[in-house]
T-cell receptor, first 114, second 111 residues
Framework: SAVISQKPSRDICQRGTSLTIQCQVD?????MFWYRQQPGQSLTLIAT?????????ESGFVIDKFPISRPNLTFSTLTVSNMSPEDSSIYLC???????????FGPGTRLTVT | QKEVEQNSGPLSVPEGAIASLNCTYS??????FFWYRQYSGKSPELIMF????GDKEDGRFTAQLNKASQYVSLLIRDSQPSDSATYLC???????????FGIGTKLQVIP
């Protein structure tokens, strides 16, 4: 299984600012994903991070709000832009190894927007 | 829209009993099925996956899949208080490594 780390683990941000979350995987993965988990809810897929190209966003999520980069096979960033209190959530990075379908998750970033 | 349905619970079982967690899915083309355990304030941890009809056992955990009924379950034998967590069912519809998660069932094992 892949070991995934995220930074920061938590942050409190002011409305209108942006936060960039970093995700590092200890081994090469074929796919990397970003999820959001709001209190009491399940995981919602934001986008698939594609190496060297634009991310693939799910319905309801747009690049201007959640720009994503993946410069290589083991690293990705998610930026939450122009934040509002509705963006308060846990943001999770996940990865899938080559030839398998099981996803592994990072520890998450707990974001609070005031 | 592809959906994964779970009862949110809580499901309460006494210590030592069998906990049975259930999940149904809407996409008949789904090919891979996963169970994740999520402790409060932690990220999901993969505990079981199953691809074929029937049962798959791993220690105290058994995953059961019935594609005809579009039903997948997780049995936890000899439940322990440390099993108290939310269990997320996830389904992959194939061709692309993206899964859809259910809302999760909260399990409480009573000592």
């Amino acid at each position: 299984s892949a070991v995934i780390s995220q930074k920061p683990s938590r942050d409190i941000c002011q409305r209108g600012t942006s936060l960039t979350i970093q995700c590092q995987v200890d081994s090469q993965v074929t796919m990397m994903f970003w999820y959001r988990q709001q209190p009491g809810q399940s995981l919602t897929l934001i986008a698939t991070a594609n190496q060297g190209s634009e991310a693939t966003y799910e319905s309801g999520f747009v690049i201007d709000k959640f720009p994503i980069s993946r410069p290589n096979l083991t690293f990705s960033t998610l930026t939450v832009s122009n934040m509002s209190p509705e963006d308060s959530s846990i943001y999770l990075c996940s990865g899938v190894g080559q030839g398998i379908t099981e996803q592994y998750f990072g520890p998450g970033t707990r974001l609070t927007v005031t | 829209q592809k959906e994964v349905e779970q009862n949110s619970g809580p499901l309460s079982v006494p210590e030592g009993a069998i906990a049975s967690l259930n999940c149904t899915y809407s996409d008949r083309g789904s090919q891979s099925f996963f169970w994740y355990r999520q402790y409060s304030g932690k990220s999901p941890e993969l505990i079981m996956f199953i691809y074929s009809n029937g049962d798959k056992e791993d220690g105290r955990f058994t995953a059961q899949l019935n594609k005809a009924s579009q039903y997948v379950s997780l049995l936890i034998r000899d439940s322990q208080p440390s099993d108290s967590a939310t269990y997320l069912c996830a389904v992959n519809s194939g061709g692309y490594q993206k899964v859809t998660f259910g809302i999760g069932t909260k399990l409480q094992v009573i000592p």
